[in-house]
């Protein structure tokens, strides 16, 4: 698959979409019914089936053991003979692996970076060392699920009636997990819970922390400061349950630390900064069959412009690029990156075997409803959120992401996971895109959330910010749409509130990547 192909900018408005000259399936763009007939364009295709919007059909009789294509990628082969007209879905089409060429570096191109004086701005919010947030939260953590309860108490306190003297606060958020102790360590779970959590701590879009523990955990709170680089002071405090009195009384003085840093915290404004400040966490979720035609290339759009702008992409959900990773080693600016990129898929594939895992091939009950044969398919789609600018770098969970352009973070599929992830890391925005309607929101890097189809848009259309559906429905190409949604992600940025914000989302969406034993 070629970059060409997949920023095809328009689909003929007809109802079986071909995405490429080479495939052997069509894309239903709404719902058929047998016996229907339907020109398109070299041919008539008789339906045989009745079929979702969304989902694939026959282009023409594909044999048993045939490779079928979409985007002229192999996403399966056919279980049996399928004709012309036939829905082909999980049913008659089965996940079959085999080898691709890395073929490393073959698609680097140069990027067209725009000159400095010439960059997009937004309304930043610059700390004193220099890093650029978009928002201006708080933040309470937990060094253990024991000491969890404590920090949602002192987060409750502050009501808005309480923050109404310090209006540059965006709120007071207890970020608690369910870790911290019953862990191997040292192990790589508890070296990635400790840079999760010091990551958020260390976020630009922090104004101040305060990290609680019980005492006896594995994770000490004095452990963790040292062993991550953090430096208490008037905006990180740390406190110990069983030193301070108690749960009351920790509560009560994480109160009296909060109150403290309100002041200095509200002593902050926005100013003009330019786009390359930005580093946005990718993710999907609840993807459909148009994803990978609307709202994934159209993001992916977006992020060429804002690499071009000075920007950072970040590309996470390692199973959810499984069976395309040969379209981003291709990309890797050296070979070395694109082996590292290797490296995490071979590392899956040990951490996966023997497990009913969507890496192993099973796709979620709304990505199948939606059109989503298995993980190749939903891959195709999910690796288009990149663009087509190099691969410059590859990092593991959470961490510290420091080289700007398309970059990809290691993590799992899991939303909340690979969000945390990607926002520990430095994201300071988070663009989501979804088919079936995800209801998810994070703090304190704000979600943008994509529909890929305008029905799902107007149904859900409290909780999505943008309809890439217009892509579908003829009204823009995925050229125009990916710079309707850069423009979007600046006002965004700039302090607009997201759909997710305004609802309140974002108090439980924590959820840091659990990998060892509980014992």
């Known amino acids: 698959m ?27 763009r709404q719902p ?5 007939q339907i020109d398109i364009g070299d041919g008539v295709v008789r339906m045989k089936a009745q079929v979702p919007a969304g989902h694939k059909v026959a282009a023409r009789r594909i044999a048993r053991g045939e490779r079928v294509l979409k985007y002229d990628t192999v996403i399966g082969v056919a279980m049996r003979d399928i004709d012309c007209g036939e829905h082909v879905h999980a ?39 220099g890093r650029v947030g978009t928002r201006n939260f708080i933040g309470l953590f937990s060094s253990v699920n024991c000491s969890a309860t404590v920090i949602k108490k002192i987060a409750e306190w502050f009501t808005p ?79 110990v349950m069983q030193e301070v009195g108690g749960t ?21 404004e926005r100013r003009p900064v330019p786009a390359s400040h930005l580093k946005i966490g990718l993710e999907c979720g609840g993807s459909d069959g148009f994803s990978g035609i609307t709202a994934n290339p159209a993001l992916g759009a977006a992020m060429d412009i804002l690499v071009r702008h000075g920007g950072t992409a970040i590309l996470s959900e390692t199973p959810e690029i499984h069976g395309v990773e040969n379209m981003l080693t291709r990309r890797a600016v050296t070979p070395e990156v694109g082996r590292k990129l290797l490296a995490r898929i071979e590392w899956w594939k ?28 939903k891959s195709l789609g999910s690796a288009m959120k990149g663009g087509t600018t190099p691969l410059q770098a590859v990092y ?3 961490e510290p992401i420091d080289t700007a352009g398309f970059v ?74 990916g710079q309707v949604i850069f423009d979007d992600i600046l006002r965004y940025a700039s302090g607009e509130k997201t759909k997710s914000e305004l609802l309140g989302l974002g108090d439980h969406e924590f959820i840091p990547w659990h990998l060892g034993i509980v014992s």
């Open 2 to 28: 070629t970059s060409t192909t997949v920023r095809d900018p328009v689909f003929p408005m007809l109802p079986l979409i071909r995405l490429h000259a080479a495939d052997n399936v069509l894309i239903a």
């Open 32 to 36: 058929l019914a047998i016996g229907q």
């Open 91 to 129: 049913h008659n089409i089965e996940l079959v692996d085999y080898d691709r060429d890395p073929a490393f570096c073959q698609d680097v191109r140069p990027v067209d970076y725009v000159p400095a004086h010439e960059r997009a701005s937004f309304m930043g919010i610059v700390r004193p060392d």
């Open 161 to 239: 009636e309480r923050l109404a003297d310090y209006p540059n606060v965006d709120g007071v958020v207890a970020f608690a997990q369910t870790s911290g102790c019953g862990m191997s360590s040292p192990s790589y779970h508890f070296e990635v819970l400790q840079r999760t959590i010091a990551g958020y701590v260390r976020h630009p879009n922090l104004g101040g922390a305060v990290i609680v523990g019980l005492g006896c955990e594995r994770n000490q709170v004095a452990n963790l400061v040292e062993a991550q680089g953090l430096q208490p002071g008037p905006l990180l405090h740390t406190m």
């Open 248 to 268: 009351r009384a920790t509560i009560e003085a994480g109160i009296a630390a909060v109150r403290e840093m309100l002041p200095a915290a509200n002593r902050v």
């Open 350 to 377: 040990e951490y996966t075997r023997g497990q009913n895992a969507q890496f192993n091939g099973v796709v979620g009950h709304g990505n199948q409803a939606g059109g989503l044969a298995n993980i190749f398919e």
């Open 396 to 398: 593991e969970y959470a």
């Open 408 to 481: 990809f973070m290691d993590s799992p599929g899991y939303d909340p996971v690979a969000s945390t992830g990607q926002i520990a890391s430095g994201a300071n925005l988070i663009c989501f895109t979804t088919g079936r309607g995800s209801m998810f929101g994070s703090k304190p890097a704000p979600t943008i959330k994509l529909s890929s189809n305008t029905t799902m848009y107007q149904r859900l259309k409290e909780d999505m910010d943008i309809n890439c559906g217009r892509i579908l429905d003829g009204e823009l190409t995925v050229q125009e749409m």
